[in-house]
């Protein structure tokens, strides 16, 4: 079983900053993916980062040059550091892995980040 817990989320003034974290535990192999969707009221999921096997990164245009995306050297944690942060990132910050050749989707319950204006 995979287990993956996100921190770091809170209330931030805009133009601040955050780091989230996610820690994986439990038959962590075969990294494909790991990465960072947001969802906030009313909206779709929306990815927001990609780690790539390999080392490759991607990210929405709308975090692009603001948020980093990074992992420690085992790859059993993912960051998101979040800068010069806008009311508009106001949303609940999922974590997820996909592990495997079956390309298994694994998630975290989630980290509520408000920005205020």
């Known amino acids: 079983q995979v287990q993956l817990v996100e921190s770091g989320g809170g209330l931030v003034q805009a133009g601040g900053s955050l780091r989230l974290s996610c820690s994986a535990s439990?038959?962590?192999?075969?990294?494909?993916?790991m990465g960072w969707y947001r969802q906030a009221p009313g909206n779709k999921r929306e990815l927001v980062a990609t780690f790539l096997s390999g080392g490759s990164t991607n990210y929405a245009d709308s975090v692009k040059g603001r948020f980093t995306i990074s992992t420690d050297n085992a790859e059993k944690t993912v960051y998101l550091q979040m800068n010069s942060l806008k009311p508009e990132d106001t949303a609940i910050y999922f974590c997820?892995?996909?592990?495997?050749?079956?390309?298994?989707?694994?998630w975290g319950q989630g980290t509520q980040v408000t920005v205020s204006s």
């Open positions: 439990g038959n962590i192999f075969s990294i494909n993916a």
């Open positions: 997820f892995h996909i592990l495997g050749r079956s390309a298994t989707w694994y």
